[in-house]
């Protein structure tokens, strides 16, 4: 459905996207991930036909976007991270417009646009001025406008920035409705637990570098055998400071706020760690208690992106 | 091909909705009627005749038609330099590019909502126009000469005014490239004419030049100053004959190269609106 082929997009010297590729099927909703200025927006205004990539490629539908931009137009509904909305128009003439310049019929529109408002909870606001909604509306009628050529593909930068959570939840409901409706979606985001349970595959970007990509559960699997250890001391001792620091397959070792005692990222396998745990108490280290977190999303995230420098 | 434009229809809808446009016209047809009876009043007053005499009413029409042009120079950068860079300024751009619509209907639309907003002005004045006709003097001929190229002008500033919009990221810049380019036409290429035709005349020791100056010829075509006034007093027209030993109409020189113009402004803008894909660089 989308294939995304060596694509690379420099600014002067500046390498803002390196040799990405990504394959997606029909129908699933990907989350791009990545730090600001990783090259998520950059990826999506060459998708949708607005920025020359520097070589590479982009298919939809075994369509071009390098060869038939005006093609891949009709394909996608594109939502970009900042927009403007013009001024003097009611919501429903904005949709309007919009939907003439797809070309839509004035009586199609006129059964269109009172279901797409009904779709993103805006039928209320159909005569009210779009540059007088608050920022939340005016992502949803954003997202109205994207469909409004029912698209097979959406591309949506960032939709739930600088919402509070109340319209987050909003946006997140319906971008359930438009995946039921079988559509496409590409959604980026600079936090990942934000995307994680309306995304059935994750890309993360780096530097211009996709980093890792899979389901939600293969990129947590990605860290598995990776666990984050804390070690509560009865007294802060140099000793089993400097013994920990030394233990092979432990890294990022930090002393705990408030308490006394340290915490580390462990590698190590299983007989490893017993091993490890086995010497600290032979050391006479005053150990109180010796813990195994479950890293969630967002520490993988972290952990993901900073492995890539 | 499709002949219904959206960005027409909406610019058009929007510039009436905010009353603007509505002042703009109202404002301009004051001015005019406010014009015209003053100078009535003020020659009949200082003549002392209780009438009003054809020579005065031509004089009238040579000022209402040097009016509408200034207006035309003067309103149409101002109406097309921000088409396309304020929608960059607001944010509206990207959006309108990733529509389904060509560039060609894009342009085409943005600049057909500022002709037919400058027209519409020109047309609330054809009444005070009428009033001249009403008291002679002036052929029906000349009438319909100044307007079509009245809206030759229009055209032709109306998309160099749009094409900067397209080339030149911020608004501001592009209003003064497009005003500048405007004085360049109406005024430089005025005063560079008289510099070649006296240069020209005096090349040679006393004797006169008898070699044709095309550059004359042409500084004297694109001007639309000396353009109307072949119109209002067709003398002229031989009088630039002689001085550029060129015998060309003034009009037919005008004609082909605004013409030119406004179809290469307009590719221009058409084909630099949109980010060519396919070009590797
Ligand atoms: N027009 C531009 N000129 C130069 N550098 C740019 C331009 N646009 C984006 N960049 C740079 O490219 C990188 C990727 O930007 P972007 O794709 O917007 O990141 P993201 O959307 O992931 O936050 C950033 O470092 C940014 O500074
Ligand atoms: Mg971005």
Known sequence: MIEIKGLTKKYGQFTALDDLNLTLDEGTVFGFVGANGAGKSTTFLIVSTLLQPTSGDVIINGVSVREKPADIRKLIGYMPDFFGVYDQLKADEYLDFYGASYGIPEEDRKKLIPQLLELVNLSHKRDSYVDLLSRGMKQRLCLARCLIHDPKVLILDEPASGLDPRARIEMRDILKTLKGMGKTILISSHILPELAEMCDEIGVIDNGKLIAHGSVAEIQKKLQGEKMITVRLAAQSAEAISFFEEQPFVTSIEKLEGDEGVSFIYRGEEAEQIDMLKQAILNDLPILSFMEHVTNLEDVFMEITKGAD | ?281
Not at chain 2, 53 to 67: D, H, M, N, R, T
Not at chain 2, 212 to 229: D, H, K, R, T
Request: with cysteine.
């Open chain 2, 1 to 281: 091909m499709n002949f219904t434009n959206p960005v027409l229809f909406k610019e058009l809808k929007l510039r009436f909705r905010s009353f603007k446009g509505f002042n703009g016209i109202l404002f301009f047809l004051l001015a005019m009627c406010i014009f015209v009876f003053g100078y009535i009043f003020l020659t009949v007053n200082l003549t002392g005749t209780s009438y009003f005499k054809p020579s005065q009413s031509f004089v009238l029409f040579a000022f209402l038609s040097y009016i509408q042009l200034g207006l035309v120079l003067f309103t149409a950068p101002g109406l097309t330099a921000g088409s396309i860079s304020s929608e960059r300024e607001k944010q509206t751009l990207p959006i309108l590019l990733t529509t389904s619509q060509s560039s060609f209907q894009i342009i085409s639309g943005k600049m057909l909502s500022s002709v037919a907003f400058l027209l519409m002005l020109i047309v609330a004045g054809l009444p005070v126009y009428s009033l001249v006709f009403l008291f002679g003097g002036i052929s029906p001929g000349d009438f319909v000469k100044i307007f079509l190229f009245l809206f030759v002008t229009l055209l032709a500033i109306g998309s160099i005014g749009v094409m900067f919009s397209t080339l030149i990221r911020r608004t501001v810049v592009s209003m003064i490239a497009t005003y500048g380019m405007m004085l360049f036409l109406s005024v430089v290429t005025g005063f560079l004419f008289i510099i070649v035709i006296q240069m020209k005349a005096f090349n040679h020791m006393g004797t006169p030049v008898t070699s044709p100056s095309y550059l004359g010829q042409f500084l004297a075509s694109i001007n639309p100053a000396v353009l109307f006034a072949t119109f209002l007093s067709p003398e002229l027209n031989r009088s630039i004959t002689e001085m550029t030993k060129i015998n060309f109409p003034i009009w037919a020189g005008y004609l082909i190269f605004y013409g030119i113009v406004t179809a290469l402004a307009l590719f221009i803008a058409v084909k630099k609106l949109r980010v060519n894909m396919k070009r590797l660089k």
